[in-house]
C-alpha cells in the first residue's frame, strides 16, 4: 500500500511540473536566444532591404546582439522597470560581400549595414556545404580517379575542410573536399580515399582545383561498424541496470531559460556560433543572506584543432570548429536515457539555414542532477571513547550539449556545485581523421608518418584539440582584479630551524594584459579573480580561483601560418578588460582568417586590468596521440577545470547542507 501511494504521489508531482510549465508563460529575458519570431523577423528584413529577386543573400550568422552589461544587471534587480533593447546582430554574404547587419527588433529596422572589409569569412553555411561534397560526384576526373582505384562511385561520400591560411596573397572563400567510402560501414572517417586534392570555390560552387596524385589503400570496412544494429556478439562485458527515482522532483525550476536550483540560480542562452551560453551564475549565500554574482558569462570561444601531417594530404587541416562551422549549428539533438540520465529535462533551441529560416532543434541541452560523491566528510577517531564519523552526499547540476563537428563528438558540460564551485568539461568522442597508406604493419615504417598505426592501412594523425574559454567572471561585482600567488622554496641559511627549506607564497596583482599572460605547469601559482574592494571578516579578498586544466602548450612555431591565427593558445590564460566586441578568440571572420583579430593582437594594447571589469580566458588543450583503443570509435576522453570560491564564503558554504532524505525503495525491506 504504501508504495502505491508513493507512485500516485511522484505521479501527480510530474503531472503539476509539466501543467505549470505549459500554462505560464515566460517573460523574455534580455539574454534569451532568438526566438522563431524574431529569426523569421530578421529574414524579412534583410529580405526587404535586399530582395532574393536581385540579390544572392546568404545567412552566415544571426545572433542576438549583446545587450549592454549594465543594463543587464539592472534588469537582474529591477526585472519590470528596464526596457532593454533588443537586437539581432547579423552576418550575411549579399553578392559576395560580408556584410555586419545590426537590427533593432522592436522597430523592425536596420540600425547599421557594414561590409567586412578585412580578412576572413564567416562560420560555412551547412548547406554551401552540402552543395559542396556533391560536387566531386558528378565531376569526371573524380569519378575517373575513383574507377582507376577500383571503387564504387556509388559508395562514395564527400566531406568539407575549412582550408586554412597559408600565406597566399589571394583572399577567395574556398573549402577542400575529401571523400571516403560508406560501403559495408557507416564509419566513413575511417576509411577515406587518399591522393585526391579537391578545392570548391564558395562563390561559384564550381571545382577549382583538382589533383589525384598517389593511390594509397583505402582501410577495410571490417570491425569498424559502431550501429548496434549492425553489430553482432558477442557482447560485453554486461552492465546492469539502474533507475533514477527522485520522489520530490527535480530539485532545479527552467522558467524559459533561467535555472534555479539549491543555491544556484542562472540562464542558458544560446548561439549558433558559440552553442550554449552560460550566464548570470549567481549563488546564495546563507550567511549574508543574499545572492552573489560569480560568473556574469562563460562559453567557449573558439576550438583550434590542428593536425600535424605537413603533406599535401593534410598540412590545411588545423581547423576553428567554432569560427569556421558554428558550435551551435553542430550542437546535436541528446539521445534521451543515453547522454543524459533519466532524471534529465531538456530544452529545445532554434538554429537557422543560409536562407534565414529557423528551425528547431529538439533536446539540444539537457540539465539533470548527479548523485553519487561525496561532498564532504570526517571520521575523528582520535577522542578516546568517541567514534565520530559524518559524511555529506554530494548533488550537483549538469548542463550538458553534444557538439559534434564532422568526425568528433565534443560533450560539454557545465557541472554547479553547492560548495559555489563551476566545473565545466569536455568530453571527446567519434572517431579519428585517419589518414589511409598501405602500411600494414610498424615494422614497415621507413619515415615519421604523422601518426600512429591503430590498425592496418590506417594512421591516426596526430593533432591537438585547444578548446578557449571566455569566463567573464564578476566576483560580487564587476570590478576585479586578478592575482597571481606563486609558491617559492625559501632556503634557511641562518640555522634558525631544523629545517633547510620550506615554501611560502608571494602575491602579485596583474596590472595590465601582458602580467597575466600565464603558461601554466612550469612553477606552481594559485590564479586567483578577486574583488579588491570587498574582503571577509579576516581580511581576504573575495575571490574565485581557476584549478586549471591539465595544461596543454601548442608545439607548432609561433611563426606558422596556423599558429598565427591560433595565436590565442600561446599562453593558457588571459585576462582582458571587459569588451563587448572582443567575443571571439580567433577573431570575427575565422574561416581564411590571417590572425589580425585575435586576442593575442588585442593584448598587444596592453591595457589596464586592476580594479576593472575583466574577463579571464583559459585554454584548455589536449594533446591527441592516438592509440588502438581510439579505433575505429573513441570512448571518452575527459578534461575538465574548476572555478573555486576562494574566500568568498567565510567557511565552507556547505557546513550546513544536509543530505538529501533517503528514499526508501517500495517493496523492499529498508
Ligand atoms: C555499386 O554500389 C551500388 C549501391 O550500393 C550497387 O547497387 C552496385 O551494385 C555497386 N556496383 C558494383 C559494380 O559493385
Ligand atoms: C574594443 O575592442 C575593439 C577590438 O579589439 C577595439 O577596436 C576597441 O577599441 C575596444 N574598445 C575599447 C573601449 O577598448
Ligand atoms: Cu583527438
Redesign the pocket.
Known amino acids: 500500500m504504501a508504495s502505491s501511494t508513493t507512485l500516485k504521489l511522484s505521479l501527480f508531482s510530474v503531472l503539476t511540473v509539466l501543467c505549470f510549465q505549459v500554462v505560464v508563460s515566460v517573460i523574455q529575458h534580455p539574454l534569451d536566444p532568438l526566438t522563431k519570431e524574431e529569426f523569421l523577423s530578421v529574414q524579412t528584413i534583410v529580405h526587404n532591404k535586399y530582395p532574393t529577386s536581385k540579390n544572392k543573400v546568404a545567412f552566415h550568422y544571426i545572433g542576438l546582439d549583446d545587450p549592454d552589461k549594465d543594463l543587464v544587471r539592472r534588469y537582474e534587480s529591477l526585472p519590470t522597470l528596464v526596457n532593454i533593447p533588443r537586437k539581432s546582430f547579423v552576418i550575411a554574404i549579399i553578392n559576395g560581400q560580408s556584410h555586419e547587419i545590426l537590427i533593432n527588433l522592436r522597430s523592425k529596422t536596420i540600425t547599421s549595414d557594414n561590409v567586412h572589409k578585412g580578412y576572413g569569412f564567416p562560420i560555412l553555411s551547412v548547406e554551401e556545404q552540402g552543395v559542396a561534397i556533391e560536387l566531386p560526384l558528378k565531376y569526371p576526373p573524380f569519378i575517373a580517379s575513383i574507377k582507376k582505384r577500383g571503387l ?1 562511385i ?2 562514395v561520400v564527400c566531406s568539407t575542410f575549412s582550408m586554412g591560411w597559408f600565406g597566399e596573397e589571394e583572399n577567395i572563400r574556398t573549402v577542400r573536399v575529401d571523400c571516403f567510402m560508406k ?1 559495408s560501414s557507416v564509419n566513413i572517417y575511417v576509411r577515406p580515399i587518399s591522393g585526391l586534392t579537391i578545392v570548391v570555390d564558395l562563390g561559384t560552387l564550381k571545382i577549382v582545383e583538382y589533383h589525384d596524385r598517389e593511390i594509397e589503400t583505402v582501410p577495410t570496412a571490417e570491425k569498424t561498424e559502431y550501429q548496434v544494429s549492425k553489430q553482432s556478439p558477442p557482447f560485453g562485458p554486461k552492465q546492469h541496470s539502474l533507475t533514477i527515482h527522485q520522489p520530490q522532483g527535480p530539485g532545479f525550476q527552467i522558467n524559459g531559460n533561467s535555472v534555479s536550483w539549491a543555491n544556484w540560480k542562472f540562464h542558458i542562452g544560446f548561439d549558433v556560433r558559440a552553442g550554449i551560453v552560460i550566464s548570470l551564475a549567481s549563488i546564495y549565500d546563507l550567511e549574508k543572506h543574499k545572492s552573489r554574482h560569480v560568473l556574469y558569462k562563460g562559453y567557449i570561444s573558439e576550438l583550434f584543432v590542428p593536425y600535424q601531417d605537413p603533406t599535401e594530404e593534410f598540412y590545411f587541416k588545423t581547423f576553428f570548429d567554432s569560427g569556421e562551422f558554428g558550435f551551435g549549428l553542430s550542437t546535436v539533438s541528446l539521445i534521451p536515457n543515453r547522454d543524459c540520465p533519466s532524471n534529465a529535462k531538456f530544452i529545445d533551441v532554434y538554429i537557422h539555414s543560409d536562407d534565414g529560416t529557423p528551425s528547431l532543434l529538439k533536446n539540444a541541452i539537457c540539465v539533470f542532477e548527479q548523485y553519487g560523491n561525496i561532498m564532504w566528510r570526517h571520521t575523528e577517531t582520535g577522542i578516546p571513547d568517541e567514534y565520530i564519523e559524518e559524511s555529506r552526499t554530494e548533488v550537483n547540476l549538469i548542463v550538458r550539449t553534444v557538439v559534434t563537428v564532422g568526425n568528433y563528438d565534443n560533450v560539454l558540460d557545465w557541472e554547479f556545485k553547492t560548495s559555489g564551485s563551476i566545473k565545466p568539461s569536455i568530453a571527446l568522442s567519434g572517431i579519428l581523421e585517419i589518414k589511409g597508406t598501405n602500411i600494414k604493419h610498424n615494422d614497415e615504417i621507413k619515415e615519421d608518418i604523422h601518426g600512429k598505426l591503430v590498425s592496418a592501412n590506417s594512421i591516426g594523425v596526430y593533432h591537438d584539440h585547444f578548446y578557449m574559454y571566455y569566463l567573464d567572471l564578476d566576483i560580487d561585482g564587476t570590478h576585479n582584479s586578478f592575482e597571481k600567488t606563486s609558491l617559492k622554496t625559501v632556503r634557511i641559511t641562518d640555522g634558525s630551524s631544523k629545517r633547510k627549506s620550506y615554501w611560502t607564497t608571494e602575491t602579485q596583482t596583474a596590472k595590465t594584459e601582458s602580467d597575466a599572460k600565464i603558461t601554466i605547469g612550469y612553477a606552481p601559482a594559485e590564479l586567483v579573480v578577486v574583488n579588491p574592494n570587498l574582503k571577509t571578516a579576516v581580511g581576504n579578498h573575495f575571490g574565485y580561483r581557476l584549478i586549471p586544466a591539465i595544461p596543454a602548450h601548442p608545439l607548432l612555431s609561433l611563426d606558422d601560418y596556423p599558429q598565427i591565427r591560433g595565436a590565442f593558445t600561446n599562453y593558457n590564460v588571459w585576462v582582458t578588460p571587459y569588451n563587448r566586441t572582443e567575443k571571439w578568440a580567433g577573431g570575427l571572420y575565422v574561416d581564411h582568417s590571417r590572425g589580425d583579430d585575435t586576442l593575442a593582437v588585442w593584448t598587444q594594447q596592453n591595457r589596464n586590468i586592476e580594479n576593472q571589469d575583466i574577463v579571464l580566458w583559459h585554454v584548455v588543450g589536449i594533446h591527441h596521440v592516438p592509440a588502438q583503443e581510439d579505433f575505429p570509435i573513441m570512448p571518452l576522453l575527459t578534461t575538465s577545470f574548476e572555478l573555486r570560491p576562494t574566500n568568498f564564503f567565510e567557511r565552507n558554504p556547505v557546513l550546513n547542507t544536509l543530505s538529501p532524505p533517503d528514499v526508501a525503495w517500495p517493496g523492499c525491506p529498508k
Do not use: G, K, L, T
Request: glycine share 0%.
Open positions: 564504387n556509388s559508395e560501403e
